[in-house]
């Protein structure tokens, strides 16, 4: 008995179907990094499939709930994460390495609210946490140790100590994200300056503290995010 083989045209619309589904996967996947980027995790798979202009059946057969969309977008953010650090460590001043992957991930967690939620979720937060320390944390380690042993980084900071440098960098920007997005960098620059060893002269800070009535717009801010 022969085999039954798929006709040219059958052919043509599985490759059809199939390349449909994977542009659909990337449009959910990106609708939700935009999403969770802007509005934290308190997002529905319905957002999702709006924002992406698909069915929420669509959303539902690639991902059974939240979490598993989450997972997604996070590995991709780690990936990033990932990939900076090496190119960073590919910058030949040790120092100039230092700032720039810092920046990034500060920056990275200034900008993207879920994000810096699942990284500080009280659930599975800290499982997310040594998963991105076992990708990243190499790198690191080797941008932290070069920097320090060249004399710009002081002798007593260790790599572990980042993980809470961009954490009070981010929560300050979280604080303030609505009423001034980039004050967040006037604070890494007080951190860079705590850091450095050498006598350099440091630059002036950027932009500028917040305001009496700044604090108080920022404070009503997180307040309604928390309801």
Known sequence: MNPVTASPAEGTATRRLRADAARNQQRILSSARE?????GLDITLDDVAEHAGVGVGTVYRRFANKQELIDGVFDHNIQNLAEQAELAFNNPDPWDALVQFFEYACRNMAINRGFGEVVLGMDN???RVACMRERVQPAVEKIVDRARQSGALRPDVESGDFLALIHMVEAIADFARNVNSEVWRRYFALMLDGLRADP????????RPLSDSEVEMA????MSRRR
Request: proline share 15%.
């Open 200 to 207: 350099t002269t440091r630059p002036p800070l950027p932009g």
């Open 125 to 127: 937060g800290l499982e």
């Open 35 to 39: 999403l969770f980027a802007t509005r």
């Open 219 to 222: 404070k009503a801010g997180c």
